[in-house]
Nanobody, 128 residues
Framework: QVQLVESGGGLVQAGDSLRLSCAASGRTFSRYAMGWFRQAPGMEREFVSAINWNGASTYYADSVKGRFTISRDNAKNTVYLQMNSLKPEDTAVYYC?????????????????????WGQGTQVTVSS
């Protein structure tokens, strides 16, 4: 089992920045690839970004590419999502997720069903 706890959400204005964190416990963090998803009210949970076990490979949804940056610190068992130039349409609950490390395609990381463990989410609200 891997326990994931997100933090760093909040209420910001359009154009502001936020950094989300996801702290992992329970298993060796470096054995897991990590992803961020988000879910807006009435919408399906959608892929935002992912990172492989050592940070060498990263993936982004087109809607956040160039604005969001995913990173990880395996010594701190934490994955981050730096969000810049936030827009009202970024408003959602943001979830981190973990899947055992492997040689996966980008499409694998974009699928919710690929992940084995999920956090409880953190709310991000961007006002216009």
């Amino acid at each position: 089992q891997v326990q994931l706890v997100e933090s760093g959400g909040g209420l910001v204005q359009a154009g502001d920045s936020l950094r989300l964190s996801c702290a992992a416990s329970g298993r060796t963090f470096s054995r897991y690839a990590m992803g961020w998803f988000r879910q807006a009210p009435g919408m399906e949970r959608e892929f935002v970004s992912a990172i492989n076990w050592n940070g060498a490979s990263t993936y982004y949804a087109d809607s956040v590419k160039g604005r969001f940056t995913i990173s990880r610190d395996n010594a701190k068992n934490t994955v981050y999502l730096q969000m810049n130039s936030l827009k009202p349409e970024d408003t959602a609950v943001y979830y981190c997720a973990a899947v055992a490390a492997g040689y996966y395609s980008g499409s694998f990381y974009q699928s919710r069903g690929s992940y084995d463990f999920w956090g409880q989410g953190t709310q991000v609200t961007v006002s216009s």
